[in-house]
């Protein structure tokens, strides 16, 4: 079945990075867009970041914008979040997930678009 791992997070200082790692199984990812999420406690769930199934298509909300980079690794089915210059305010849990993409460029901003979620990691930033 669908299995996404996600892995990484940790408590930090403010201003040091972090990076989170998804390892995905069940599936042929590079048929598939991916993306990243966070949650704090009594907040819903909000996208950070998507990425096209090829890596070539990449979108950020302005919350991570030139802060946080995700990539992807389709031959060893990972997908990354490089998370730079962490605040406090980045505090959550992390979430991967991903759904089948019909085309190449396709990324994917709102979770009732995808299909499979990881369990998620906790990230916390401390001043």
């Known amino acids: 079945q669908v299995q996404l791992v996600e892995s990484g997070g940790g408590s930090v200082q403010s201003g040091e990075s972090l990076r989170l790692s998804c390892t995905v199984s069940?599936?042929?990812?590079?048929?598939?867009?991916a993306g990243w999420f966070r949650q704090t406690p009594g907040k819903e769930r909000e996208v950070l970041s998507c990425?096209?199934?090829?890596?070539?298509?990449?979108h950020y909300t302005n919350a991570v914008k030139g802060r946080f980079f995700v990539s992807r690794d389709n031959a060893k089915n990972m997908l990354y979040l490089q998370m730079n210059s962490l605040k406090p305010e980045d505090t959550a849990t992390y979430y991967c997930?991903?759904?089948?993409?019909?085309?190449?460029?396709?990324?994917?901003?709102?979770?009732?678009?995808?299909?499979?979620w990881g369990q998620g990691t906790q990230v916390t930033v401390s001043s």
């Open positions: 069940g599936l042929t990812f590079d048929d598939y867009g």
């Open positions: 997930a991903t759904r089948r993409s019909d085309y190449r460029n396709d990324c994917y901003i709102r979770r009732e678009d995808y299909s499979a």
């Open positions: 990425i096209s199934r090829d890596g070539g298509y990449t």
